[in-house]
């Protein structure tokens, strides 16, 4: 499961394994423009 998340203006994804809930891991704080990128890349299968 990912989640888009924003903070004082900064923008990061979060990523919840199903196997290891305890292994969640975050992306770099970015713009919202880079962040709806990556978000957009997550959903539509095409980040590595």
């Given at each position: 499961m990912f989640e888009l998340c924003t903070a004082g203006g900064l923008w990061f994804v979060r990523?919840?394994?199903f196997?290891?809930?305890?292994?969640i891991l975050e992306s770099v704080w970015m713009s919202?423009?880079?962040a709806r990128t990556l978000w957009m890349q997550i959903l539509t299968g095409?980040?590595?």
């Open positions: 990523h919840y394994p196997d290891e809930p305890a292994d919202a423009c880079a095409q980040a590595r």
